[in-house]
Nanobody, 117 residues
Framework: QVQLVESGGGLVQAGGSLRLSCAAS????????MAWYRQPLGKQRELVAR??????????DYADSVKGRFTISRDNAKNTVYLQMNNLKPEDTAVYYC????????WGQGTQVTVSS
């Protein structure tokens, strides 16, 4: 099972930006869909963004709450998935998890993102 390690979280003021990275222990070329989820304290984990590779085309989709502010991307050569987060809001505060949507799903350990008002 692929191992995933997230990095790039931290404390940022509202309106700021962060870039999360998810490094995989093996090639993600054959993993069609990679995703980012988040879990605010005391709440359920929710999908933030996912990216699906079909041939040479990447298809992305986002939660409504982050559309226009977050961008997911993948670099198969580096076995890494990214989440660029701009114009961050306090409600974006959560632990962010990377996931490889295979059977069974592989999860990273998470990285904390805290947005102060």
């Amino acid at each position: 099972q692929v191992q995933l390690v997230e990095s790039g979280g931290g404390l940022v003021q509202a309106g700021g930006s962060l870039r999360l990275s998810c490094a995989a222990s093996e090639s993600i070329f054959s993993i069609k869909t990679m995703a980012w989820y988040r879990q605010p304290l005391g709440k359920q984990r929710e999908l933030v963004a996912r990216i699906t590779s079909i041939g040479r085309t990447n298809y992305v989709d986002y939660a409504d709450s982050v559309k226009g502010r977050f961008t997911i991307s993948r670099d198969n050569a580096k076995n890494t998935v990214y989440l660029q987060m701009n114009n961050l809001k306090p409600e974006d505060t959560a632990v962010y998890y990377c996931a490889a949507l295979v059977a069974p799903t592989s999860w990273g350990q998470g990285t904390q993102v805290t947005v102060s008002s």
